[in-house]
């Protein structure tokens, strides 16, 4: 393919996604279809670059190396109310989360008068890969929280993994800032920094 | 030296757990020195002739029993998914194997990072088709023995319609015992427990017997899933079976760019394995080889990591401390015993050639055919690739890759940590390529039998 046909594919190809746009918004509230009249130009760009999706493996997003995990559980009677005040007590501490060495967030939010959990993370690498070391390494810390959702099979059961993939919802979208970043690389690059500005202070 | 005398005598840690007259000889008995061998690839049309062939081997597969006497010389056998499927095995049965299994090889590419330049796509077209359903492996100590071996394998596979030799791929037998990159190998093999003898200094703890065999307990307490009927899974292992050709010529161009003297390439080709071509390790003999070291099955391996964090006698990157980090602090939670793996590699083509400097010698046929055991093969075989061979962040390397079996993009690096700054070398390249590969399943005597007499 010469570089003129490959051009003309390319704007045909963006031509075709602004097509489908307006299709999209032709019944949009009146606020929307203003906006979409103006930001064209800004959203052709978007539309116009190559894409950035990528799967995490069986299921999730990914985009480099950090990928997104996300589940709607239903809770056992009474475990919303025991993850909540145990959630309470912890403060903000996840000493297990740190030891895990991939996760670069956590979001636990209660729906639906406390039964049912949202469980969000962003993580590293692939998401079943270190399952076997929860069991060997972090047991407890697994079972204490998630006992509470319904079904749940205990993280020493042989099902684990079907278990977690029948909750996960793929993300519709998914977006990072830094993709290439991961958990270790990020508090290295701390490390690096700080190092640097001490080497900088000192010679300065 | 033979290996029981080598050993802890401690009788309670020796005393065999396992079903040792069993289980197939290849999955416990180390690798003979000198060796002499053959791997034979065979493909099966028909149920009845695939049978008889199990049925003519089966007298002739050795057990484990007393591996750790001197080895003399010993057949083992392994079935594709297509090959149990091939003798007839029931569909229920087939579904109990794991599906990275079932698929194969050649499609778990992405998840085993068999990408690029290892893309199934390259291999060597006997590979990832389908079309493989035995492989035989014969092992011995003399030439003499691996003819006899190979006579009562040919007997056996010979003469049966409908049975297709598509491969024999003798191996074995480099001078001084050295692989296609020049290294003594295969030292540092996981401990087993009850396997009947104890660790060698250095080997760490036994690891329960069921990570690597069927049917036994593993390191979180209960027995690893196990294919079905019982008879089928308990006493077998999988096996990834990987063959590799050696780029020796950009090995050893990349030696003479990055140092100057030949003490200097030797301790550079030293770095980027952890060990001297000798086998002594770098944590032992830091500054300069040391061959009666390498040659100590009691002192080679003993040694942990806790007096060396950076990695200064041995990189955090080098390939034995990836392959096995022991006690080095990773960045990811890990426990180092479940991806662990029984190594059983044979050296294959012409031997190591220092002065190979050419792209013609990057073609000559070399490398390794490695057996990759374990009672999670597939699953084992996939961590690695992803996480201690084509990456680097559990080590706090990046993205640097491991300088021996990892598959390197364009302008990769690989770091040697010294004081009081690093040493960064840039532009390393794949020294071996993947030419192919299958997983097998190496049943137990008791499941060749059962195979053998299947119906229908």
Redesign the interface.
């Known amino acids: 393919m010469t570089v003129l046909e490959q051009t003309i594919g390319q704007e045909d190809r963006v031509a075709e996604k602004i097509r489908r746009v307006r299709e999209l918004y032709a019944d949009a509230p009146e606020v929307g279809q203003a906006a979409l009249a103006a930001g064209l130009e800004n959203l052709k760009r978007e539309l116009a670059a190559s894409t950035q999706r990528q799967s995490a493996?069986r299921i999730g997003a990914r985009q480099g190396?950090v990928s997104e995990l996300t589940s709607i559980v239903p809770l056992e009677p009474g475990g919303g109310q025991r993850i909540r005040g145990l959630l309470d007590l912890l403060e903000g501490n996840f000493r297990g989360a740190d030891?895990?060495?991939?996760l670069h967030d956590m979001r636990f939010v209660l729906l639906d008068d406390d039964t049912k959990l949202l469980f969000a993370t962003a993580y590293?690498?692939?998401w079943d890969?270190?399952i076997?070391?929860?069991?060997?390494?972090?047991p407890n810390s697994m079972d204490i929280l998630f006992c509470n959702c319904a079904g749940w099979p205990g993280i020493?059961s042989?099902v684990i993994k079907d278990w977690l993939l029948s909750h996960q919802i793929t993300a519709d979208a998914w977006y990072v800032a830094s993709p290439n970043l991961?958990?270790?690389?990020t508090?290295?690059l701390e490390k690096v920094g700080a190092a640097l500005d001490e080497f900088l202070d000192k010679i300065g | 030296m033979s290996l029981d005398e080598a050993t802890e005598s401690d009788a309670a840690a020796r005393a065999p757990m396992l079903d040792l007259g069993d289980i197939q000889a290849t999955v416990l008995r180390l690798r003979p020195a000198p060796y002499y061998g053959s791997h034979v690839l065979l493909r099966v049309d028909n149920p009845q002739a695939g049978r008889a062939l199990l049925a003519r081997l089966v007298p002739h597969v050795d057990s484990a029993a007393n591996w750790w006497d001197p080895a003399a010389a010993w057949l083992s056998v392994g079935l594709t998914y297509e090959g149990l499927e091939a003798v007839g095995v029931p569909q229920d049965s087939l579904a109990s194997f794991p599906e990275a299994f079932r698929v194969g090889m050649a499609a778990r590419a992405p998840?085993l990072r068999d990408v690029g330049v290892n893309d199934p796509e390259n291999w060597e077209p006997i590979y990832g088709k389908g079309q493989i359903h035995v492989g035989l492996s014969a092992f011995s100590d003399t030439e003499e023995k691996w003819a006899r071996v190979m006579d009562v394998a040919r007997s056996a596979y010979e003469g049966l319609s409908r049975v297709d030799v598509l491969a024999v791929q003798p191996f074995g037998a480099q001078p001084g015992d050295r692989n296609s990159l020049g290294y003594k190998d295969g030292i540092d093999q996981p401990p087993i427990e009850g396997s009947g003898v104890g660790p060698l200094p250095g080997q760490g703890r036994p690891i329960k017997a069921g990570e690597f065999v069927l049917g036994y307990p593993g390191?979180?307490?209960?027995p690893l899933?196990m294919p079905q009927p019982d008879v089928l899974g308990r006493n077998g292992a999988f096996v990834g079976f990987r063959k590799y050709q050696s780029l020796v010529g950009a090995f050893n161009r990349f030696l003479r760019a990055n140092a100057a003297t030949e003490e200097e390439r030797e301790l550079l080709a030293a770095k980027l394995v952890g060990r001297w071509r000798s086998g002594a390790p770098l944590a032992l003999a830091p500054e300069t080889d040391d061959p009666a070291l390498g040659a100590d099955p009691r002192r080679n391996n003993d040694f942990a990591y806790q007096d060396d964090p950076r990695g200064l006698r041995i990189p955090l990157g080098a390939h034995i401390r990836r392959m096995n980090p022991r006690d080095t602090p990773?960045?990811?939670?890990?426990?180092v015993?479940?991806h662990r793996l029984i190594r059983r590699g044979t050296t294959y083509g012409l031997p190591y050639d220092p002065d190979a400097v050419s792209e013609a010698d990057d073609e000559a046929p070399r490398g390794a055919i490695f057996l990759f055991i374990s009672a999670k093969a597939m699953?084992t075989m996939?961590?690695l690739q992803?996480?201690w061979i084509n990456?680097g962040?559990?080590i706090?390397a990046?993205s640097e890759r491991d300088p021996i079996i990892g598959r390197q993009e364009p302008g990769a690096t690989f770091t040697i940590p010294r004081t009081p700054v690093r040493r960064r070398i840039h532009g390393i390249e794949t020294f071996n390529v993947l030419r192919g590969g299958e997983y097998l399943f190496m049943p137990s005597l008791s499941a060749l039998n059962w195979l053998a007499n299947l119906t229908g």
């Open positions: 493996g190396k030891l895990v060495g991939t590293d690498g692939e890969a270190y076997d070391d929860f069991v060997t390494k972090i020493r042989p991961t958990v270790a690389e508090k290295r | 998840q390191e979180a307490g209960a899933p990773l960045s990811r939670l890990t426990d015993n479940l699953a996939e961590f992803q996480e990456d962040d559990f706090g990046g």
